[in-house]
């Protein structure tokens, strides 16, 4: 935790200090809140999974004009609830991509907006166009939008709750999205925009259909890299990390990128499958990339493996878990200078213009 200055931008950092921004003033703020830093499917002590809140206002209201979610993995509506952002107020959701652990807490998130705010507006659902990968199938963000609500349908409840109160749509949670969906592309596209802020997106490698963000307004940009991976997918290769992310991210305040720990490499003995440790970006490599592309702040999120756990799932933690020191030692060793930030969910960071 702490409070520095930095080109004319000053930052709050750290877990549970909002309102704490000294001066109560109209200055423009942006504040990014990692609603959950779970890496991949499975659970740690009640870690939500991944997502992050960017919310850009003035420091009167909190930073609360506009409230974009990146990708919703399980809890983050509890996880949003804990910091007073009803998921009704929310302005939009982006996907990185449609793997469960970044798009399961949808459901619940937009099953209660049309619980109790079923007359709109709608929430903005922004993500990849369909593609059919390699092997066939399609990837298709639209469609996971659009059926949201199908095992509520079938199992009757959405007719017995309209019976309750038909004001609601009777289509049920799908209705209330706006899904908006682009064609990635290595060169950065304006996905989304709203007054002073706009958000741009590019095609990255994890999945098919991967994409990362870059938010920019008054108070300070964030890129939002996802799962993001080199397009080479696997050693031999400059880096693990994304060079589609790396251009995004130049003279970023804040790069927020999920991030694998070295020792789940195939030297570490954990067993973790290499393709799958391939397909993440390392922590010292997100080091060299934030270093390369001038970016202040590095938080990262799910993490694999959470902090203090000894397993990543089924395969084991050599040390016997992780500390934060550990993640930042190895983010060190690229010769990365600039701030490093790791925690548990809703670990934040403030800039604020001054
Ligand atoms: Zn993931």
Same mark, same amino acid.
């Given at each position: 935790m702490g409070n520095l200055k930095l080109r004319g931008i000053s930052i709050l950092l750290g877990l549970g200090l909002a309102g704490m921004a000294g001066t109560a003033q109209a200055a423009p703020c942006m504040e990014v809140v990692l609603t959950g830093v779970q890496g991949g499917?499975?659970?740690?002590?009640?870690?939500?999974? $991944?997502?992050?809140?960017?919310? @850009?206002?003035?420091?009167?209201?909190?930073c609360s004009d506009v409230l974009l979610q990146f990708d919703a993995g399980r809890g983050?509506?509890?996880?949003?609830?804990?910091?007073? &952002?009803?998921?009704?107020?929310?302005?939009?959701?982006?996907?990185?991509?449609? +793997?469960?652990? +970044?798009?399961?807490?949808?459901?619940? =998130? =937009?099953?209660?907006?049309?619980?109790?705010?079923?007359?709109?507006?709608?929430i903005d659902m922004v993500c990849s166009?369909?593609?059919? $990968?390699?092997? /066939? +199938?399609? =990837?298709?963000?639209?469609? @996971?939008?659009?059926?949201?609500? $199908? $095992?509520?349908?079938?199992?009757?409840?959405? #007719?017995?709750?309209? #019976?309750?109160?038909p004001k609601r749509l009777p289509g049920g949670p799908s209705e209330l999205l706006n899904i908006m969906t682009f064609m990635g592309s290595d060169d950065a596209q304006t996905v989304w925009e709203k007054g002073d802020v706009k958000v741009t997106a590019v095609k990255s490698r994890h999945?098919? /259909?991967?994409?990362? !963000?870059?938010?920019?307004?008054p108070a300070g940009s964030v890129v939002i890299g996802g799962d993001a991976g080199n397009d080479t997918p696997a050693p031999p290769r400059n880096a693990s990390t994304s060079a589609q992310?790396?251009?995004?991210?130049?003279?970023?305040?804040?790069? &927020? +990128?999920?991030?694998?720990?070295?020792?789940?490499?195939?030297?570490?003995?954990?067993?973790?499958?290499?393709?799958? !440790?391939?397909r993440q970006s390392t922590a010292t490599d997100l080091g060299g990339l934030s270093q390369?592309?001038?970016?202040?702040?590095l938080m990262l999120t799910h993490h694999i493996p959470p902090l203090g756990a000894s397993k990543q799932g089924p395969y084991p933690v050599k040390k016997g878990g992780l500390s934060a020191d550990d993640y930042i030692q190895a983010v060190r060793e690229s010769g990365y200078d600039g701030n490093i930030v790791i925690g548990p969910d809703l670990t934040k960071l403030r800039l604020v213009a001054e």
């Open positions: 499917p499975p659970v740690f002590q009640g870690q939500a999974g $991944a997502g992050t809140l960017v919310r @850009y206002g003035t420091e009167e209201n909190k983050t509506t509890q996880q949003l609830s804990k910091i007073g &952002v009803p998921v009704g107020k929310l302005n939009a959701v982006f996907f990185t991509h449609v +793997h469960s652990d +970044h798009s399961e807490g949808l459901m619940d =998130m =937009m099953q209660l907006r049309w619980h109790f705010n079923s007359g709109g507006p709608k166009d369909d593609i059919t $990968a390699p092997k /066939g +199938h399609i =990837m298709s963000c639209r469609s @996971y939008g659009a059926n949201l609500g $199908a $095992a509520l349908i079938a199992s009757g409840e959405m #007719a017995q709750r309209l #019976a309750e109160n999945v098919p /259909g991967h994409a990362s !963000y870059r938010v920019d307004t992310v790396e251009a995004l991210a130049q003279g970023a305040d804040v790069v &927020v +990128h999920s991030v694998i720990h070295p020792i789940m490499g195939p030297d570490g003995e954990s067993g973790f499958p290499p393709p799958i !440790y391939f390369r592309a001038g970016v202040k702040h």
